[in-house]
C-alpha cells in the first residue's frame, strides 16, 4: 500500500513562489509515474505535471509551462513541483498522484492513478 502525502502549500502574493512535495511510503518512487493535478470546487481535478520516475520523461500542461517544473529525488522518494511567477488562476487544491507501472501513456487520465495524496492549498492572492 503506498501513502503520499503533500506539503508546501499555503498563501502567496501573485508573481510568487511555492515548491510542493510529495513524499512517498510504503514502496519506492523509482519504478512509477508520479504525477500533480489540482483541484477548483466542484470541477475535476485537471494535469498539472508529470514525471517518469524511472526515465525522467517530463510533461506539463500548457498553462503551467515555462513556470513549473516538477522533479524527483528517488533517494528520497520524493517528488517535487517547483512553481513561478504564480497567478491568482493557479489557486486551487494540489494533489499528488501516483500510478502503479511507470508508463506515461495518457497520463492526463484520473483514472489512470492508483494512488492519491490528500492534497495540499495553494491560494495565490494579493
Known amino acids: 500500500q503506498v501513502q503520499l502525502v503533500e506539503s508546501g502549500g499555503g498563501l502567496v502574493q501573485p508573481g510568487g513562489s511555492l515548491r510542493l512535495s510529495c513524499a512517498a511510503s510504503?514502496?519506492?518512487?523509482?519504478?512509477?509515474?508520479v504525477g500533480w493535478f489540482r483541484q477548483a470546487p466542484g470541477t475535476e481535478p485537471e494535469f498539472v505535471a508529470g514525471i517518469s520516475c524511472s526515465r525522467g520523461s517530463i510533461y506539463y500542461q500548457d498553462s503551467v509551462k515555462g513556470r513549473f517544473t516538477i522533479s524527483r529525488d528517488n533517494a528520497k522518494n520524493k517528488v517535487y513541483l517547483q512553481m513561478n511567477n504564480l497567478k491568482p488562476e493557479d489557486t486551487d487544491v494540489y494533489y499528488c498522484?501516483?500510478?502503479?507501472?511507470?508508463?506515461?501513456?495518457?497520463?492526463?487520465?484520473?483514472?489512470?492513478?492508483?494512488?492519491w495524496g490528500q492534497g495540499t492549498q495553494v491560494v495565490v492572492s494579493s
Open positions: 510504503g514502496r519506492t518512487f523509482i519504478n512509477n509515474f
Open positions: 498522484a501516483a500510478r502503479g507501472s511507470g508508463s506515461s501513456t495518457n497520463y492526463s487520465r484520473l483514472t489512470s492513478y492508483a494512488y
